[in-house]
């Protein structure tokens, strides 16, 4: 270590290549575990890991990678961090980074370039990821010389974690890991034109508490936000003092607990009727920190239309995206309602509004009918909580099984609830797993997968042996890719095209084949005493569970109806 003369101030530097670089700037931001995949031009980069001081996963795709690394930073909050090669392997995480940004979660993605030299040449392994990466990250930055490796990785941190969460890219040519420079990770990160508004504007705060002083109907609307932004003690002390009932948006789950009486549910097409006809009927909605989008408002002429609009959201494009908005607070949703609570007036009697959400919850609960000869999939998800008693962190791929596992999983916690909302990604499930139980490892994490979505990422079951990660693999086996066959039956008169998978690999096999201990399971006894023989050991686990193949998930809004035109509410 060296001490120079900068702008005269004296500072600690060293001299190092650029892998090394890479690997001090992951420790000074405390990086637990990276999730990744080598090659060529991430080989110095890999070499400098050899050394040890962070651990590395390795998973068998680099999409696994990246998933692995969403389902750490959806348990943690703090970035995920990947490492992907050029070419091939960075062109395999895209689906990640466009998950991770509509999901809104942090990460700080490395990918190896060809070198600076032959850049545009189509050189070997030559993919131009600054240019496919740009519109699905919050933003990306590609090293053109190793003395500016400190700075970008210090700015890639803060921008994946600060306000609005998302996925950061950096890319490095290969010669610039080789290269030695001066790094210097002790500046503050300095961006002009990045601006963070989280303290929230007095007035517009005092607007809405006048806004509930009115309301008769209000309701509240808790997104990922509230998660994001740990408000959930704020929302439960103004659910306190308001009585206002609260719905959840489908990633915004576990922000409320399930149980409490004033919980409608969640929302939106597979929502449940009350949660979605008090927002249809309410006078004043309360968006904490969701985004209005389309799978939760349905039509939008019919969204709103008797209420005012309250949206608190840390990101100003979201307001009026969508929806008008009456009374914007632009924000951390912590730090709106904390001042919301300090200004709250006495509130209208909501209490015929009350009594009547309270009537429509007993009247019109999730049902399913059990037929008494096969294992419905609703009890399946209903009988993991049970038997985890609501504990464990439930990962999910998509389809019929994630709804299921939205409607019946009762979430009591914050940060248990780890899912591909935005982009519906197949595939993400036992990735996500992965990373969830990375990040907690005395956790018991429950991968509730469709037989189709896990076939899209098995090979990651080597990753639960390798690494010793006690995931439980529950696959909501309907022989189908039951959410496709679901809306074929309902609006393609039963044709039923490429949407059955009568030919499935044998599971147990499969797994055995992976050193995985795994059973067949066909009823809820047999579900009992596998998934209790599961919980028992320290050691991954699959249950291929076989469901009634053709179940469908209501109650369902159709495809261009209105919030309150629910199909397949209980009779
Ligand atoms: C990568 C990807 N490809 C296609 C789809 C479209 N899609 C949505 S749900 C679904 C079926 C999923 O089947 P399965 O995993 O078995 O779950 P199930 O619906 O049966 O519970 C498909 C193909 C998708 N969401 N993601």
Redesign the pocket.
């Known amino acids: 270590m060296s001490t120079v003369e900068e702008s005269g101030t004296k500072v600690a530097q060293k001299l190092l290549t650029g892998s090394r670089m890479i690997v001090e700037a992951l420790k000074e931001e405390k990086v637990e575990v990276i999730f990744g995949y080598p090659g060529g031009a991430v080989l110095n980069i890999y070499d400098a890991l050899y050394d040890g001081g962070i651990p590395h996963l390795l998973t068998r795709h680099e999409q696994g990678a990246i998933h692995a690394a969403e389902g750490y930073a959806r348990v943690t909050g703090r970035p995920g961090v990947v490492i992907a090669t050029s070419g091939p392997g960075a062109t395999n995480i895209v ?1 990640g980074l466009a998950d991770a940004m509509i999901d809104s979660l942090p990460l700080v993605v490395i990918t190896g370039q060809v070198n600076s030299q032959v850049l545009g040449s189509d050189a070997f392994q030559e993919a131009p990821i600054l240019g496919i990466s740009m519109p699905i990250t919050k933003h990306n930055f590609q090293v053109q010389d190793v003395k500016e490796l400190p700075r970008i990785f210090k700015e890639a941190f803060h921008i994946a974690s600060t306000g609005r969460p998302g996925p950061v890219l950096i890319d490095i040519p290969k010669d610039i890991t080789a290269t030695s420079g001066i790094y210097d990770y002790s500046k503050d990160v300095h961006l002009p034109g990045y601006k963070l508004q989280t303290e929230p504007d007095p007035q517009a705060v005092k607007k809405v508490a006048q806004a509930l002083k009115k309301a008769e109907k209000p309701v509240i609307l808790a997104g990922a936000g509230v998660l994001h932004s740990k408000a959930t003690n704020e929302l439960k002390e103004l659910v306190a003092k308001t009585t206002i009932p609260v719905a959840n948006t489908l990633l915004g789950l576990g922000s409320f607990p399930a149980d409490h009486p004033l919980f409608l549910g969640m929302a939106g097409m597979h929502g449940t009727y009350t949660a979605n006809m008090a927002l249809y009927q309410a006078d004043l909605i309360i968006n904490i920190g969701a985004r209005f989008d389309d799978r939760l408002t349905g039509n939008l002429e019919e969204f709103a239309k008797f209420a005012k609009v309250v949206h608190f959201d840390i990101d100003p494009s979201e307001i009026g995206k969508n929806v008008p908005t009456d009374y914007p607070v632009i924000g951390d949703a912590a730090k709106s309602l904390q001042l919301l609570l300090k200004e709250l007036p006495e509130t209208a009697d909501t209490s015929s509004w009350l009594e009547q959400l309270l009537q429509s919850k007993e009247d019109y609960p999730l049902w399913y009918v059990e037929d008494g000869e096969t294992f419905k ?1 609703q009890k399946l998800v209903e009988l993991v909580h049970e038997l985890t008693k609501g504990e464990a962190i439930v990962t999910t ?6 709804m299921w596992a939205a409607q019946f999983h009762g979430f009591q916690k914050p940060d248990r609830w780890v899912t591909s909302g935005g982009l ?4 993400f499930g036992l990735p996500a797993a992965i990373g969830a139980q990375v990040a907690e490892p005395p956790s018991t994490v429950v991968a509730v ?6 076939q ?1 990422t098995l090979q990651e079951l080597a990753v639960l042996k390798e690494y010793k990660l006690p995931v439980k693999v529950v696959l ?1 086996n ?1 022989q ?7 809306w074929q039956q309902l609006f393609y008169k039963e044709r039923y095209s490429e ?1 059955l ?1 009568p030919n499935q690999p044998d599971y147990v096999k499969l797994s055995d084949a992976f050193g995985i201990k795994a059973a067949v399971v066909e009823n809820e006894a047999e579900f009992r005493t596998a998934f209790a023989a599961a919980l028992a050991t320290d050691e991954p686990y699959l249950l291929d569970c076989r469901v009634t193949q053709k179940e469908n998930v209501y109650p369902m809004i159709a495809p261009g109806k209105g919030i309150q035109q629910m199909e397949g509410v209980k009779p």
Do not use: E, I, K, Y
């Open positions: 689906t999939p791929d998509v389809g019929q099984h994630q519906g990604t197949m595939g997968l469709g037989d189709a979505g896990f899209m909501v309907n189908s890719m039951g959410m496709v066959r679901q949407s998978l």
